[in-house]
């Protein structure tokens, strides 16, 4: 990572990290290690975006999971996102993502949403890579298939954790919650693209209009990596454990997909505090 870059990407993690604060174009600067002659300029050549934009669309980010997930007052999400009234808000969300707060809370555009946030990826990879083996039992899950565009997952965990909130089979608060994809999806078309969202359960899930059907997660050993901050980069940790660690570790892979277990949700916390724990399934 070159130095220009490297320094762009420690202002972004300082930003994740004090949404709740005003920034000022000083801090930023001095975050960078740069002249304020030439800071903004290399923002925007690196993000494509100045930071002021770039603060905004982070906060909408967290916006917007709150609308879809959590039943705050709109109002409170506005002043959460820093906004001075609801209606600057909702002009500023309208303006970015096609949809109202409330359009948005009833029914998400997640193409757009997601088309908004591709922005680079400035990760800079300094994170140490500690594996742990582990021996886990099998775990009965309730599960939902989301087929197709990756793009439309959150719709399918929207409609997973709904059934979670009117069924109480498998509650967030005291059940693990699993993501489980059966392939790249950069690598398979979309057509093609499965992923599961899981949570346990204690007993069988009834026949449903939802979907949600009974499965397991077949116990054996693991190799398990935390990954710190944005869902965005898991694909990053995830070919590192496949690429860095598993050619020297001496394991050989069972059949069964790696899979995500989520910690917690970006609606509870920032996005730099996201804790996801990477499962490789060993023989």
């Not at 600067?29 to 050549?45: K, N, T, Y």
């Not at 906060?59 to 409170?76: H, N, S, T, V």
């Not at 742990?132 to 899950?141: A, D």
Request: proline share 7%; with cysteine.
């Amino acid at each position: 990572m070159s130095v220009q870059l490297s320094r762009i990407a420690r202002v972004c993690e300082f930003i994740q990290q004090h949404l709740d604060e005003v920034l000022t174009p000083a801090q930023l600067c001095d975050v960078a290690a740069c002249s304020r002659f030439h800071f903004h300029r290399l923002f925007v050549a690196q993000l494509g975006v100045s930071s002021t934009r770039y603060i905004q669309l982070a906060k909408l980010k967290r916006a917007g999971f709150q609308l879809a997930f959590e039943p705050l007052k709109i109002i409170d999400i506005a002043l959460n996102a820093g906004f001075s009234s609801p209606e600057a808000f909702a002009r500023t969300f309208k303006k970015t993502f096609g949809q109202t707060p409330s359009e948005f809370r009833q029914a998400p555009d997640w193409s757009q949403w997601h088309h908004v946030f591709q922005l680079p990826n400035l990760s800079t990879g300094t994170q140490p890579m500690q594996i742990r083996i582990i021996e886990k039992p099998t775990q009965q899950i309730a599960y939902l298939s989301h087929r197709g565009a990756p793009e439309r997952v959150l719709e399918t965990a929207a409609k997973f954790i709904e059934w979670r909130k009117t069924t109480g089979l498998s509650p967030i608060a005291s059940s693990d919650t699993f993501g489980i994809p059966y392939a790249d999806p950069a690598t398979v078309p979309a057509d093609e693209f499965r992923f599961d969202i899981a949570g346990t359960v204690t007993v069988p899930v009834p026949e449903n209009a939802v979907g949600v059907t009974n499965g397991e997660i077949p116990g054996g050993r693991f190799a398990v990596l935390r990954h710190h901050g944005s869902h965005d980069n898991l694909s990053d940790s995830v070919y590192a454990l496949y690429r860095d660690w598993l050619p020297d570790s001496g394991e050989e892979l069972r059949d069964f997909p790696c899979f995500f277990h989520w910690l917690n949700f970006i609606h509870e916390v920032d996005e730099c505090e996201l804790l996801t724990d990477i499962y490789l399934p060993l023989k």
